[in-house]
């Protein structure tokens, strides 16, 4: 048997988790649970539909935020790009136009503005790092698989997670 993955892709195929098919994603969800991390591109508008049948950590709340000021802070998913600063012109092919409610396991970027007229500015997360049994599962809607071998930016910051987030994994020892 070969080695098995450190760090799972999950790539968008549909904006509903009916699109993935269900033993892959159970498998995968077991492989995280025992130490992998998933790396989650566009998670479908239901995938708190999933999240709710297996555990609450999974949740994953998206939210528009394409008017909001994105902040990139000094981390190591983003070795040798712009950091500590607002996502602008760099990042421009890259950024995400949703977000997510949840408050992260990792801070490593996130998104913030008005909700509303003269309400409170809201903070909401980029990269959404969520812990799963020993693993993680990492969420984003950064827009970076779209734009990979066209943009270095894309390609740095794709490189740069699977770097990270394959040092913080642990295979698992048996096929799920």
């Known amino acids: ?59 994953a709340t998206s939210v528009n935020a394409a008017a909001a000021y994105r902040y990139v802070r000094s981390h190591p998913v983003f070795d040798g790009l712009p950091s500590i600063c607002l996502m602008l012109q760099p990042y421009r092919n890259v950024v995400p136009r949703r977000s997510f409610e949840e408050q992260s396991d990792e801070r490593v970027c996130g998104a913030f503005a008005e909700r509303g007229s003269g309400e409170d500015l809201w903070w909401g997360e980029d990269i959404l790092v969520r812990r799963f049994g020993s693993g993680r599962v990492v969420f984003t809607h950064a827009r970076v698989l779209e734009h990979l071998g066209s943009d270095p930016v894309a390609d740095r910051l794709y490189a740069n997670l699977l770097r990270h987030f394959g040092r913080r994994s642990v295979p698992g020892e048996i096929t799920q």
């Open 1 to 59: 048997a070969g080695a098995k993955p450190r760090v799972y892709v999950v790539p968008p195929l549909a904006n509903t988790v009916r699109a993935y098919p269900e033993n892959d994603l159970v498998n995968l969800l077991n492989e995280v649970r025992a130490g992998a991390v998933a790396l989650v591109f566009g998670p479908p508008a239901d995938w708190n539909d999933l999240a709710s049948r297996i555990d609450d950590s999974l949740m």
